[in-house]
């Protein structure tokens, strides 16, 4: 008897195979997923409407355009002659302050942030 019983399952199984699946994967919109996302530069998921989600991408998102502008400034730090210098460590020091304020709203809430603060001149900014 349990032979057949196991039988007919696995022909259900192969017959329809969604049947062995009760829920389909349901995406994470949590505020961390959110946040890990945002700064991973990816878009943020469609099916994900949860303000708590959107406040995480939308944090994650401004860090990550942050980052980069940082970056673009260093590349043009290195091409500007040194009269221009000063003007452009300027706004990259604002960008800094920038970044430090949405990692700490970041720290409070428990997420991650796995890059490290640049380092300028010897010492980490």
């Given amino acids: 008897m349990s032979f ?27 505020e ?17 409407t949860q303000d708590d989600y959107l406040e995480g991408h939308r944090l994650g ?6 980052r980069t ?3 673009a400034l260093e ?3 290195k091409a500007a002659p040194a009269d221009a210098v000063g003007v452009l460590r300027r706004q990259q020091r604002q960008l ?3 970044i430090e304020a949405i990692r700490g ?5 428990g997420w991650p ?4 603060p640049p380092i300028i001149d010897g010492a980490a900014q």
């Fill in 32 to 48: 961390r997923n959110g946040w890990d996302t945002g700064r991973h530069g990816q878009p943020a998921d469609a099916a994900c």
């Fill in 61 to 66: 998102a401004a860090l990550a355009g942050l």
């Fill in 105 to 109: 709203v970041a720290t409070l809430r």
């Fill in 4 to 30: 057949r019983i196991l039988v007919l399952s696995l022909a259900i199984a192969i017959a329809w195979p969604g049947i062995l699946v009760a829920n389909p994967a349901q995406p994470d919109c949590s």
């Fill in 75 to 77: 590349v043009r730090i």
């Fill in 96 to 98: 800094d302050v920038d």
């Fill in 69 to 71: 502008e940082r970056e």
């Fill in 113 to 116: 942030d796995d890059v490290a």
